[in-house]
């Protein structure tokens, strides 16, 4: 009597189909390949220190921490990276957030900042800009959806 088995192939499952291509986006950098300009009220690098820790962003876990910061005109604001892959700190509005998913919908760069930061560790992991006018002032980073913020400066 012999006994034969039959092996059959793994079946790919349609979660396991969705989440290779959403990992690849996820851990895909946004830092692009040229380095934005700089205005006098701007800087950035990673050796530079934050004023204080009240005045600090941070990235991690694909969110600006904090998401919301209140600040005095005249403060400057330091965003780090406080992951491995690239992000953008882009200035404009932001909307359409999907209430489940946290992802935006829509986004508009209004010009006033655009800085690829550099993932942690790197030079350019850090940037700063100071707030001369009162307003609310929303900010994104453009490839990864689930990235929106603001700063309010009060007067």
Known sequence: MS???TLRAPKATLAGALLLPALLIAL????????????????????QPAETDE?????IGLKFMPKDLTVKVGT???????ETIGHTVTS???????????????QTPDGL???DLA???????TFSYTF????????????????????????
Request: one cysteine or more; charged letters at 15%.
């Open 3 to 5: 006994l034969t088995r």
């Open 28 to 47: 895909s950098g946004c830092a692009g390949s040229q380095p934005s300009a700089t205005t006098p009220s701007e800087t950035s690098g990673s050796e």
């Open 55 to 59: 005045n600090v962003v941070t990235t």
């Open 76 to 82: 400057t604001v330091t965003w780090q990276n406080g």
């Open 92 to 106: 404009g509005a932001w909307g359409d957030v999907n209430e489940s998913t946290g992802l935006r919908g829509t």
């Open 113 to 115: 900042f655009d800085h």
């Open 119 to 125: 993932p942690k560790g790197q030079e350019g992991d």
């Open 132 to 155: 001369d006018e009162p307003g609310e002032y929303s900010y994104y980073c453009q490839p990864h959806l689930t990235m929106n913020a603001t700063v309010t400066v009060e007067p």
